[in-house]
């Protein structure tokens, strides 16, 4: 639980990342190479569905601190 909600977490490797995303925390990019993680509502409202399209990618510290 954090901020008061369940999430799904999910770690990715660094061989697994091959896109740059923007770390909704920092806002610094998630350069191709990165270990970071994704994250996304567990208790959605509105299904399943619309969490994964709202996921996000993280920097690992910056999920930590958050």
């Excluded at 660094?14 to 806002?27: F, I, L, M």
Aim: proline fraction near 8%; hydrophobic fraction near 40%.
């Amino acid at each position: 639980m954090k901020r008061g909600r369940e999430w799904v977490v999910q770690p990715v490797a660094a061989a697994s990342a091959v896109k740059t995303y923007t770390c909704p925390a920092c806002p610094a990019p998630i350069t191709p190479g990165t270990a970071h993680v994704v994250a996304w509502r567990a208790d959605a409202m509105l299904g399943d569905e619309h969490a994964l399209a709202e996921r996000r990618h993280w920097h690992t510290h910056c999920w930590k601190i958050t």
